[in-house]
T-cell receptor
Framework: SAVISQKPSRDICQRGTSLTIQCQVD?????MFWYRQQPGQSLTLIAT?????????ESGFVIDKFPISRPNLTFSTLTVSNMSPEDSSIYLC??????????FGSGTRLTVV | DQQVKQNSPSLSVQEGRISILNCDYT??????FLWYKKYPAEGPTFLIS?????DKNEDGRFTVFLNKSAKHLSLHIVPSQPGDSAVYFC?????????FGKGITLSVRP
């Protein structure tokens, strides 16, 4: 299975600022996924990122708020823009490998104050 | 609309006994079902999966059962161990994307 390194592991940010989360995979993967887990809730898919094309966003999520980059087959970033306290969540990246088998990063715990 | 439901938020069992975690879904187009285990401050860890064309898959102490007619699956852990205490998520795959339930917190008492 793939190994994912996700940074930062946690951050406390001021409202109105932006935070960029990075995910590095130890092998080339076609699809990378970004999820959000709000307190006490399930994991909700934000978007799917394919290399060389625009990310595909799920209902309720927009590119202006959550811009995503996917410059190559092993790396992706998610930016949480113009943050408010409602953005306080755990953000996770994930990749699909053979199986189907989905591996997750360790998550970024974001607190907006 | 919640397509994957884990209706019980928590479960407590005695060490050595069986843990049964349930999951219901509404979308008949899901082709795979997966169970993940999550500890605080860590990402979800894959446990076991089952294809929609199967009704049972076993891996060591973990067995997943799928009842397609009832749109229901369950994860059995036998015997349960204190180290199994964690949050367990049921997930279903459709269009190469996973949809998750809300999770169930399993506590295994020594």
């Amino acid at each position: 299975s793939a190994v994912i390194s996700q940074k930062p592991s946690r951050d406390i940010c001021q409202r109105g600022t932006s935070l960029t989360i990075q995910c590095q995979v130890d092998s080339q993967v076609t699809m990378m996924f970004w999820y959000r887990q709000q307190p006490g809730q399930s994991l909700t898919l934000i978007a799917t990122a394919n290399q060389g094309s625009e990310a595909t966003y799920e209902s309720g999520f927009v590119i202006d708020k959550f811009p995503i980059s996917r410059p190559n087959l092993t790396f992706s970033t998610l930016t949480v823009s113009n943050m408010s306290p409602e953005d306080s969540s755990i953000y996770l990246c994930s990749v699909e490998t053979f199986g189907p088998y989905y591996t997750f990063g360790s998550g970024t715990r974001l607190t907006v104050v | 609309d919640q397509q994957v439901k884990q209706n019980s938020p928590s479960l407590s069992v005695q060490e050595g006994r069986i843990s049964i975690l349930n999951c219901d879904y509404t979308n008949s187009m899901f082709d795979y079902f997966l169970w993940y285990k999550k500890y605080p401050a860590e990402g979800p860890t894959f446990l076991i999966s089952i294809s929609s064309i199967k009704d049972k898959n076993e891996d060591g102490r973990f067995t997943v059962f799928l009842n397609k007619s009832a749109k229901h699956l369950s994860l059995h852990i036998v015997p349960s161990q204190p180290g199994d205490s964690a949050v367990y998520f049921c997930a279903a795959r459709g269009d190469s994307k996973l949809t998750f339930g809300k999770g169930i917190t399993l506590s295994v008492r020594p």
